[in-house]
């Protein structure tokens, strides 16, 4: 499949004439004369340099990488349809669709990009977090700088001590037991050459107590309406986690809410505060 340099520039110029700031979670600004978003907007989306971005609009510049192609089909909130047709305008076979997909639909972004004073959170179906809001990250940390089997929260439950932290410690036996159920359910769904099959091939080989949970065969364990967690700065958090599920692309948009005057409500806004700085 051969990269189509004018097709490319021509697509991205268009698409990202198209787009206003408000579109795309960005502050619109004064004395704006530009259409859409800027090429220096843009970029920042796609966590790439402007002089990079530039470049293939303009017809020059190396090959984009299938790394840089889907961070620009992301950052500028492109359908999968979309998405499909830039990687090949790229010369670059597109991704697969469905549960193994990190493509986030633009539909989940204009949500979540509304919801940056809130602790909220993108996944996919093995617990990999796609995207973080400041107050999100100022509650659980980092979670998107995770790579390979540990993107999994699942995975980090079991082999990483410090994934086990935020909860109390009365708590874990039902995380350990939830995380069991919930990789058996998306590894039976999947086949047994997916991605959760894999993951779930390495727990049993290295992990003593997720042997002995798979071996019950648990399933349909949901996460409690209730969470509660410890967090180093601002103490017990009780969290009301309210779902919106993307059935296309098996992702789900959690949202971390607290009861109105409640001492958890007080904390959430420390830590929006704490997220912002």
């Known amino acids: 499949m051969a990269l189509d340099r004018a097709g490319l520039a021509d697509f991205l110029r268009r698409r990202r004439e198209s787009l206003q700031p408000e579109d795309v979670g960005l502050p619109r600004g004064q004395r704006r ?3 859409g978003l800027r090429r220096e907007e843009v970029a920042v989306l796609c966590h790439m340099s402007t002089d990079y971005y530039a470049r293939i609009e303009r017809e020059r510049g190396p090959h984009p990488s299938e790394q840089m192609i889907a961070a620009i089909a992301q950052g500028l909130h492109l359908s999968l349809d979309e998405r499909d047709h830039l990687f090949r305008l790229a010369g670059h076979q597109p991704p ?3 549960g193994e997909s990190d493509h986030v639909s633009p539909g989940v972004l204009r949500i979540f990009d509304r919801l940056q004073d809130t602790p909220a959170e993108i996944v996919t179906e093995l617990g990999e977090t796609l995207r973080q809001t400041p107050p999100g990250m100022a509650l659980f940390g980092d979670l998107t700088r995770h790579t390979g089997p540990s993107r999994s ?5 079991f082999t990483d001590p410090g994934a086990r932290r935020l909860h109390l410690p009365e708590d874990h036996d039902f995380y350990s037991r ?6 058996r359910a998306v590894a039976t ?3 047994p050459r997916s991605r959760a099959a894999r993951l779930a091939e390495t727990l049993l080989a290295d992990h003593d107590e997720f042997r ?3 071996e019950r065969h648990e399933v349909g364990i949901a996460p409690r309406e209730l969470k509660r967690y410890v967090h180093p700065e601002v103490g ?4 009301n986690c309210q779902v919106l599920n ?5 992702h789900s948009l959690l949202v971390y809410t607290a009861e109105a005057g409640s001492p958890s409500h007080d904390k959430l806004q420390l830590l929006a505060v704490i997220g912002a700085s």
């Open 33 to 35: 004369r530009t259409s």
């Open 96 to 98: 697969p669709r469905g």
């Open 153 to 157: 929260i699942g995975y980090r439950w």
């Open 178 to 183: 939830m995380y069991v159920s919930g990789l």
């Open 189 to 191: 769904r999947r086949g």
């Open 212 to 214: 002995a949970l798979w």
């Open 236 to 239: 017990l958090l009780e969290l």
């Open 246 to 250: 993307d059935p296309v692309q098996s």
